[in-house]
């Protein structure tokens, strides 16, 4: 192919999927901008090709995907999503945090982006409306600040004794919209609340001083920062014999005591079925934020004999997964 030839080729993105000659059509490009460390999204990336695949687009086969991560750095991500404007790609699919569709949302008007979110998207200035979105933007939410008071109360049963909450939460200001409903469910309960807002790993551990200081009974872990440091997270917990619940059951698995959350994978193979929708002509405009109607209660056994908790039988009835 010549050169001239190939930049007609990019130019004409708008028109997805272009033909590269009568009998070879292109493969569309799909732009996937991550504001995790993207070893931290592999399993949910694996749920956003699933959704991909329901609708027959396969990576590598007849689909291309383009990654760019800020890998936790969210700074880098306005000119990682300028980037994949400027290939340009036929949709951004934007995952790992809400300013990853911030970020896109600031780079292009035009090219739809699909996204996932634990927050409101609507009070984060993502879209209009839920189920008018409106513009060149749909996507996904898992509304993780909806669970506060269901923890809470799972909390309540595993610690009788509960009188003092620390709440563990992301420092960016677009996840404090996903922890809103915390203090106002730790009031109702009449719980004394200690949070601590985490950047980084060295936040965890200071937060874990000061619920130490502060003699806190248990522990609510959510956000993006606690999600990506889970490991430094559950070992202070257990190091400082505190019972811990989360949003993510990531959390459990690498030595949490509990989680109680929606099914964040199930929102990423929601959104690779919007970008395969899309690629085959839907307007995101025409397509509804999908809300979390899966939710999952697990319960680490190992965790809490290693707390010297009795888990009552009633909360083991209630748990879809006890990891022994």
């Known amino acids: ?24 059509p292109a493969m569309p490009v799909i732009g996937l901008l991550n ?52 290939i340009p790609v036929a949709v951004i699919a934007a995952v790992g945090g809400d300013e990853s569709v911030l970020s896109a949302k600031a780079a292009t008007a035009t090219i739809p982006i699909v996204f996932t979110t634990g927050g409101d998207p609507v009070e984060l200035g993502i879209v209009p409306s839920l189920n008018r ?71 965890i551990d200071r937060a874990f ?16 920062v606690p999600f990506r440091y889970r490991d430094r997270a559950a070992a202070l917990a257990a190091q400082h014999a505190i019972p811990s619940i989360s949003n993510n059951r990531e959390f ?14 199930d929102a990423y193979r929601q959104a690779g079925v919007y970008v395969a929708r899309i690629l085959k002509g839907d307007r995101p405009a025409d397509l509804p934020v999908t809300q979390a109607t899966k939710f999952e209660f697990v319960i680490n056994l190992k965790v809490a004999r290693g707390l010297g908790l009795t888990v009552p039988p009633t909360l083991l009835g209630r748990a879809d997964e006890v990891i022994e």
């Open 252 to 265: 459990v698995d690498v030595g949490g005591l509990m989680s109680y959350g929606a099914n964040a994978k």
């Open 133 to 203: 979105p409106g513009g060149n933007v749909t996507g996904a939410t898992f509304l993780g600040g909806l669970v506060a008071t269901k923890q809470i109360g799972l909390l309540r049963d595993m610690v009788p004794r509960l009188r003092a909450l620390g709440l563990l939460a992301s420092a960016t200001d677009s996840m404090k919209s996903n922890l809103k409903d915390v203090p106002a469910a730790a009031q109702a309960a009449g719980l004394e609340l200690v949070v601590a807002q985490a950047a980084d790993e060295g936040d």
């Open 35 to 86: 504001g995790q460390p993207s070893a931290a999204i592999t399993n949910f990336l694996v749920a956003f090709r699933q959704g991909l695949a329901e609708a027959g687009f396969f990576e590598g086969r007849n689909l291309a995907i383009v990654y760019r991560s800020g890998e936790g750095n969210v700074e880098r991500l306005p000119a990682l999503a300028t980037e994949l404007v400027n």
């Open 209 to 224: 001083a000061q619920f130490v200081e502060h003699r806190v009974d248990a522990v609510i872990a959510s956000g993006i």
């Open 1 to 24: 192919m010549r050169r001239r030839d190939f930049i007609t080729l990019l130019g004409g993105a708008a028109a997805w999927p272009l033909a590269a000659g009568a009998q070879q």
